[in-house]
């Protein structure tokens, strides 16, 4: 049975009638929108709020529910500012309030859109699933346009201690952030239902059943997909060392101390030698270094190669170096190098999307009239085009470079390519202690259920982490401390249904919003010819 429509379209004439709402009145609506974004960021890390993302979707339901479109976008906006805003303060660490302030206002606007569709569907049988549906459209949208995307924030990314986490190994983060928005809206229209029942004493069965299903559905759903999560050894152990060199100050100069950054790895991995030459910690298979922990080149500086060479020499590893790769022409290169410790560097991964505005400035003459810090991006860096998956002593370890584990097909592919395990190498130490670095590992944690593989995180900065497949941490860095993490990871080689529909379950649900869409609009069309009559 479907839910209850609304008697009277709030287009309508009807409603043209009726009396606006007067002083404070006029406040509620906006104020409950900014509200339910509020709610969305405190249920991302590093809080342990994931729960609080479903009063969130049943207070925007409330608001959107019957609006106006015009309305439901200008309602949805101030719910994206409301999120993204604090959510994304830390892009303005170094570098300012604006950059800060226009990505959100831009990023906001496809929050907007949304809270326009769910607004539009609000009307229908069955709006909760519909909206829900929505909000993953407008998900999709934000992680592939402008520049190729910016999926953070996505409500996934929120769930890495949540109830519905085992979702991701069904369909990735869109069946993960699907489940959670439509249990937010299932829970207002129950609400909903219940208020009408009380107000008329009538039973509304079918509705009530309806709404009900939208919670019930989403949680058993979780409870099945419980049996996908599994962090057992299918293809036996690695040991596998993490190190995290530090940096000599935060900010975006640190980039002025890159030998000492290099030095710091390299000293960390040689007393990592020492301790495992003195039975302190065990042998590890191979060491990952972070993103960035050279940025001298190796290839072009003899003296960067030297103190690599020896370093691994000592470990006597295979070990995945962070480097910026600078040739005499073109662009630059953001580059992880297998460096063995008798042939040295072997294979090489270049980072598939770098990011805009960090990496390369797109319309830099334009950005620069706003902040002139673009010019600290002296040179653009260039993509690579070649999935990253190198063979470390028998073990095959997927690469996603720190920016890159926000995109779903970024991470996949490398588990389609025959990874075992995933390391997602990074550097954080431009955004200082702000949350960003949380945001990010928790990232992570996802992927790791989405793909059910042993994910290891090294940040040349914190918190670098080993996550086992099941998303458990079991083992973390404190932020701005130098340190080795060593551990014995499971290793994987199944793939889970996420893994292998790949963007099969999003272009679903895109299908239904855009289906309930277009229902909305034929209804609205309909509606004015009986209107003509």
């Not at 976008?73 to 892009?91: D, N």
């Not at 829900?132 to 924030?153: H, Q």
Request: hydrophobic share 45%; proline share 8%.
């Amino acid at each position: 049975m479907s839910t209850t429509i609304a008697p009277v379209d709030a287009s309508g004439p009807a409603a043209a009638s009726e009396p606006g709402p007067t002083g404070l009145r006029r406040l509620v609506r906006p104020g409950a929108a900014v509200l339910s974004g509020a709610l969305l960021f405190l249920s991302f890390p590093p809080r342990p709020l994931w729960w609080l993302a479903l009063p969130a979707f049943a207070l925007l339901g409330w608001t959107l529910r019957g609006r106006r479109l015009r309305a439901g976008f200008g309602l949805g906006y101030l719910a994206g500012l409301g999120f993204l805003l604090p959510l994304l303060i830390w892009t303005g660490a170094e570098v300012g309030r604006f950059p800060w302030i226009a990505l959100s206002a831009v990023e906001a606007l496809f929050i907007a859109a949304a809270g326009l569709g769910i607004a539009a569907v609000s009307r229908l049988p069955g709006w909760p699933v519909l909206a829900a549906a929505v909000w993953i459209l407008a998900e999709a949208a934000r992680a592939r346009v402008p520049f190729g995307g910016f999926p953070w924030g996505k409500i996934a990314f929120g769930q890495a201690d949540g109830f519905f986490l085992p979702l991701a190994a069904v369909g990735g983060t869109p069946v993960l952030g699907f489940a959670v928005a439509l249990c937010g809206f299932g829970l207002y229209e129950v609400i909903r239902q219940v208020r009408a029942y009380r107000a008329t004493g009538v039973v509304p069965r079918g509705p009530l059943a309806a709404a009900a299903l939208t919670v019930l559905v989403p949680v058993t759903g979780a409870l099945a997909a419980l049996p996908l999560v599994d962090d057992s050894a299918e293809d036996g152990t690695a040991t596998v060392a993490a190190v995290q060199g530090n940096v000599p100050r935060l900010g975006l100069d640190f980039n002025e101390q890159r030998r000492a950054v290099l030095d710091n790895h390299a000293a960390r991995t040689t007393e990592l030698a020492e301790d495992v030459k003195a039975g302190k910690k065990p042998q590890p298979d191979f060491v990952l270094w972070p993103e960035n922990s050279s940025d001298i080149d190796p290839y072009a500086n003899p003296d960067a190669a030297d103190v690599i060479g020896k370093a691994v020499e000592k470990i006597g590893v295979p070990t995945v170096i962070g480097a910026v790769i600078a040739p005499e022409t073109g662009k630059l290169r953001n580059t992880l190098i297998e460096w063995d410790p008798d042939k040295g560097p072997v294979a090489t991964y270049d980072k598939r999307h770098v990011q805009p505005f960090g990496e390369y400035i797109p319309m830099r003459p334009f950005v620069r009239v706003f902040n002139s810090n673009v010019d600290r991006v002296s040179r653009d860096f260039g993509p690579g085009d070649k999935i990253g998956v190198f063979d470390l002593a028998g073990t095959k370890v997927g690469l996603a470079t720190c920016y890159e584990a926000a995109f779903d097909w970024a991470v996949r592919d490398t588990v389609t390519h025959g990874a075992q395990l995933i390391s997602v190498p990074s550097n954080n130490a431009t955004f200082g202690r702000s949350e960003m670095t949380y945001q990010q590992l928790a990232m992570s944690r996802v992927r790791a259920v989405e793909h059910s593989r042993s994910v290891v995180v090294p940040v040349t900065s914190g918190v670098s982490a080993i996550i086992r497949p099941d998303g458990r941490i079991v083992q973390q860095t404190e932020m701005f401390t130098p340190d080795v993490l060593v551990d014995k990871v499971p290793l994987r080689s199944s793939l889970t249904p996420a893994t292998r529909m790949g963007t099969l379950p999003e272009a679903l649900l895109v299908a239904v919003a855009a289906a309930g869409l277009g229902w909305s609009a034929l209804r609205s069309v309909r509606a004015r010819r009986s209107r003509d009559v």
